[in-house]
């Protein structure tokens, strides 16, 4: 297996602009997770997805931010529109849930740079 | 917020037994300990993870208390390539988030 995909792997923007990071996770899981990474706030978890359900968005910023999946092999986060403080590693994580113990699976990330 | 305490940074000499405690003295019957470490610029990797039992596999050695409020984690023989930021995460089965903390930096010194 290819793992969880990211992409883009580095994207730079100008501010206002609208930005759309996407994951395809492992085949066969059933859990998506969204984190953002920054220096200052360390790993923080956006929102997570079961079964193509969005269970818990609570750590999404704001309206700017919105995720979606649509299916099972594939996820959108997108920044509308993006600012400078959005410049962080945004990571996608999969794993196979709903019972038993969980592992996650990340991705490389996608680096996002706001001008 | 995290449910784990972690010293945020270790050294280790290479070829020696790297040791990474962590407490979590608020830990619940039916939460795992997880263990996750991130190399410079990628994703977390998983390494262990344990429920009340010591655990082993290929990577590491996870050792918890008998009243589970504290764990350590053990790399036998430490390589540079161990260098890196390690997680300890609690966490149960039932829908609960992986909640990353700042975790210990952990430098392998030649």
């Known amino acids: 297996d290819a793992g969880v995909i990211q992409s883009p792997r580095h994207e730079v923007t100008e501010m206002g602009q609208e930005v759309t990071l996407r994951c395809k996770p492992i085949?066969?899981?059933?859990?998506l997770f969204w984190y953002r990474q920054t220096m200052m706030r360390g790993l923080e978890l956006l929102i997570y997805f079961n079964n193509n359900v969005p269970i818990d968005d609570s750590g999404m910023p704001e309206d700017r931010f919105s995720a979606k999946m649509p299916n099972a092999s594939f996820s959108t986060l997108k920044i509308q529109p993006s600012e400078p403080r959005d410049s962080a590693v945004y990571f996608c994580?999969?794993?196979?849930?709903?019972?038993?113990?969980?592992?996650?699976?990340f991705g490389s990330g996608t680096q996002l740079s706001v001008l | 917020d995290a449910k784990t305490t972690q010293p945020p940074s270790m050294d280790c000499a290479e070829g020696r037994a790297a040791n990474l405690p962590c407490n979590h003295s608020t830990i619940s019957g039916n939460e795992y300990v997880y263990w996750y470490r991130q190399i410079h610029s990628q994703g977390p990797q998983y390494i262990i993870h344990?429920?009340?039992n010591n655990e082993t596999n290929e990577m590491a050695s996870l050792i918890i208390t008998e009243d589970r409020k504290s764990s350590t984690l053990i790399l036998p023989h430490a390589t540079l390539r161990d260098t890196a930021v390690y997680y300890c995460i609690v966490r149960d089965n039932y829908g609960q988030n992986f909640v990353f903390g700042p975790g210990t930096r952990l430098s392998v010194l030649p």
């Open positions: 994580a999969s794993s196979l849930g709903g019972g038993g113990s969980e592992k996650l699976f």
């Open positions: 085949s066969g899981h059933n859990s």
């Open positions: 344990g429920l009340k």
